[in-house]
């Protein structure tokens, strides 16, 4: 693991940071504009470079030296005397029980870091596609399409793998690959405040907004993960953020940087398209008010910005797909067999919606008792009666599941966010209730609840929903922290986030699968296994594969997978064996990706990796024919007859 220069890759961050406190005073403003910019710069030093096939450690580096320079200048000429320096972070006066709350919200960080630090990337997504594409894309030294059985490696959206991208290719591992989701939900909790701020939330107000943040289930696990959803919630913070600036300070900076964090919300994850809705139809309608011509120019800078962040992403997926926006469906290849899994409803009806709402808040309302759980069904189902749908309407729910409230869960797929839940309705009821001069706050309630609508209408009910939701969550608690210090008996909200703190320990010990106490704890199991804690099965049988590729000496590997198979558990383990001097590429693909097979040189394996054993007789790979050297449950090793 190569740490100094990952450091020139956060270096330019910490710098623009110091810039920007210097020039606007407030240093959590400051950290949102030094991540847009970063994050902008990000973006474009990856899709130049892949431009010229230049992704790799050398060009990498030298961009953000070149950068660091830069910025170093501009700190010492303009921002002012670096004798002043560093910039002063001091707190103002706070009660004890307020230092209480930052240091609570300092342990979860901390600790939620350093499951980040020792454990290495194992959701499922990260092993089918996410870390994936990474490794492909440093093979290749571009982010261009390639032909894979994995076609969500090309048209999900790429921000938060962009950055992976850059820390792993200057590391020369994953070690810093789970801090991406940690530093957004870091940035996420110094942002939410800032927003309470916005709504009129005092000092204490804008704590408990933190709090609140940093205690949300969903969001202590995936704090510690290769998931984006982390990412898209901070980037749409920053929007959120940006957003109340420019309705009343309309800048060309403010512009600028709601553009540049709309497009990077929407360049992490494909719904921030719907959460960022409301909010820009209540921008929009608040800039029209103050003239046309001005708030089309205004529009126009954040949609140029915001297009321009993603417009690589849009070709390559309107070039291979037909369509700018990649596929509207998962598509998954098993034994010659193709099954498409659509991400929206079949039906958009009123019915469908409230389907979808109820068993969306439904999910988060897990609890430990059987009994409680099960009289939530009950009402659930009842509601499905009333309304004429089937929980389970194969229309509005996603293939081969079936809804059932969820027992307390320390699953970053399934975790429900129950008191947040509880405190989210509270808010709703103190800002119906509250003098009419808070008008922005009666808006801000509205949007989110629309935002919440239009997922419900728009995307089918997932098992795996609440994670899908954090964005909704996170900017839930700046309302949440606003209104509970309103409330006139003060120890109503202290026991509140008392509480909040206590109950979301668990979830910060017990990780389901990045756990820091137990038999099997991120300290007791060795990294490599790890990576297999979602599906141990397979951890006696890809470690053996790559010993069977050492063997042989086999560098050049042909995946003939499944949709849905690990494939980045491989990259890792033959990277132990062979460093960086091999090769992986998918073989005999057939569905769209086979169209980038003109753009690679033939590529004949001399061992092939099969995860489906029905697909190994007769099998041969531009014309060469194979027979199996090592068969398992789960995989299967061919080399040429």
Excluded at 85 to 114: T, Y
Excluded at 256 to 263: H, K, P, Q, R
């Amino acid at each position: 693991m190569k740490i100094l220069p990952s450091i020139v890759l956060l270096a330019p961050f910490l710098l623009l940071w110091e810039i920007f406190h210097k020039k606007q005073g407030e240093w959590r403003a400051a950290f949102l504009s030094a991540a847009v910019i970063w994050g902008v710069l990000l973006a474009a030093i990856t899709e130049t470079l892949s431009l010229f096939k230049a992704i790799s450690f050398w060009p990498i580096l030298g961009i953000w030296s070149l950068c660091l320079i830069a910025f170093a200048i501009y700190w010492i000429r303009v921002a002012g005397n670096p004798k002043n320096l560093p910039a002063n972070f001091k707190l103002p006066d706070v009660s004890r029980f307020e230092l209480f709350l930052l240091g609570g919200i300092a342990f979860i960080a901390g600790m939620v870091g350093l499951i980040a630090l020792i454990a290495p990337p194992n959701t499922w997504d990260s092993m089918t596609y996410h870390m994936a594409r990474v490794m492909h894309w440093i093979q290749d030294g571009s982010v261009a399409d390639y032909p894979t059985h994995i076609v969500r490696q090309l048209f999900m959206n790429p921000g938060s793998e962009f950055i992976i991208l850059h820390f792993q290719t200057l590391s020369g591992g994953d070690h810093f690959a789970n801090f991406v989701q940690w530093f957004s939900m870091v940035g996420s909790a110094i942002g939410v405040p800032l927003i309470a701020r916005e709504l009129g939330a005092d000092r204490r107000g804008q704590i408990f907004s933190a709090v609140v943040s940093m205690t949300i289930p969903m969001g202590i696990l995936q704090g510690s993960s290769t998931q984006n959803d982390y990412v898209v919630t901070f980037w749409l913070v920053c929007l959120v953020y940006f957003t109340f600036k420019l309705r009343t300070d309309r800048t060309l900076w403010n512009a600028l940087a709601t553009g540049a964090s709309l497009g990077l919300a929407i360049l992490a994850k494909a719904t921030a398209y719907i959460f960022a809705v409301p909010f820009l139809i209540w921008l929009g309608i608040g800039l029209f008010k103050s003239g046309w011509s001005k708030a089309l120019q205004t529009i126009g800078i954040i949609a140029i910005i915001s297009l321009s962040l993603n417009f690589g992403h849009y070709l390559r997926n309107y070039d291979l797909f037909g369509n700018p926006l990649g596929l509207t469906a998962d598509v998954f290849s098993t034994g010659g067999q193709i099954q498409i899994f659509k991400y929206s409803n079949d039906i958009f009806t009123f019915s469908s919606l409230v389907s979808n709402s109820v068993r969306n808040i439904a999910s988060n309302l897990g609890t430990p008792f059987d009994s409680i759980n099960g009289m939530t069904q009950q009402g659930v189902d009842w509601i499905h009666s009333v309304i004429g749908l089937s929980p389970n309407d194969p229309r509005t729910t996603w293939p081969q599941t079936d809804f059932a409230v969820v027992p307390t869960s320390f699953s970053e797929d399934s975790a429900g966010n129950l008191l947040q839940v509880i405190l989210i309705a509270v808010a709703i009821v103190l800002v119906i209730t509250q003098p009419k001069q808070h008008k922005d706050r009666f808006i801000y309630c509205l949007s989110l609840i629309l935002a919440f609508l239009l997922f419900s209408f728009y995307l089918r009910w997932q098992p795996w929903d609440n994670r899908l939701e954090l964005p909704l969550f996170l900017l839930w608690s700046a309302l949440i922290g606003t209104m509970m210090a309103n409330i006139k008996r003060a120890w109503i909200p202290n026991a509140a986030m008392t509480i909040l703190f206590l109950a979301a320990l668990p979830w910060v010990f017990f990780n389901a699968t990045r756990p820091l106490i137990g038999n099997q704890n991120i300290f007791n199991t060795g990294r490599l296994e790890q990576y297999f804690h979602n599906n141990h099965s397979l951890w006696l049988v890809y470690p053996r594969a790559a010993n069977v590729l050492a063997d042989y000496q086999c560098r050049q590997i042909g995946l003939y997978f499944g949709g849905g198979d690990w494939e980045y558990p491989l990259w890792v383990l033959l990277r132990q064996e062979f460093g960086s001097d091999f090769r992986i590429e998918a073989v005999n693909v057939e569905n769209v990706s086979a169209k980038e097979y003109k753009e690679f040189p033939e590529f004949t394996p001399c061992a092939v990796l099969v995860a489906d054993p029905l697909s190994t007789d007769n099998f041969s790979v531009n014309g060469t024919a194979y027979k199996v050297v090592m068969t398992t449950k789960y995989i299967s090793i061919l080399m040429p007859r």
